[in-house]
C-alpha cells in the first residue's frame, strides 16, 4: 500500500468535511449546489485514497487525466456494509 499517497487523500478528505461542516453551519443560505459540488471533492478524495492505495509515486506524480478521473471513481471492489 502507497501509504503516503493514501494519507494524503485522506487528510484532504478530513479537511474537505470539516469545510463542509463549518460552512454549513455558520451560513445560512448555504445551498444543494454547494453542498453537491462539495461532496463531489471529498469523495474524490475518499475514492482516490482507496482506488491508488496500490500505485506508485511515480504514476501519482504528476497524476494524469486518466488516472485523476479513473481514481476518482466509486471504487467497484470495496464491499459495502449493510443489513440483510
Avoid at 500500500?1 to 443560505?29: P, Y
Avoid at 444543494?32 to 475518499?46: A, D, F, I, K, R
Avoid at 504528476?62 to 471492489?77: A, E, M, T
Amino acid at each position: 500500500m502507497n501509504k503516503k499517497l493514501v494519507t494524503f487523500h485522506l487528510n484532504e478528505a478530513h479537511e474537505q468535511l470539516q469545510a463542509i461542516l463549518d460552512e454549513m453551519s455558520r451560513d445560512d443560505d448555504y445551498g444543494y449546489g454547494e453542498y453537491v459540488v462539495e461532496m463531489q471533492h471529498l469523495y474524490y478524495h475518499l475514492n482516490t485514497a482507496w482506488n491508488a492505495r496500490d500505485a506508485s509515486n511515480e504514476e501519482a506524480e504528476p497524476i494524469s487525466d486518466g488516472l485523476f478521473n479513473r481514481w476518482g471513481r466509486f471504487p467497484r471492489d470495496l464491499p459495502l456494509m449493510q443489513v440483510d
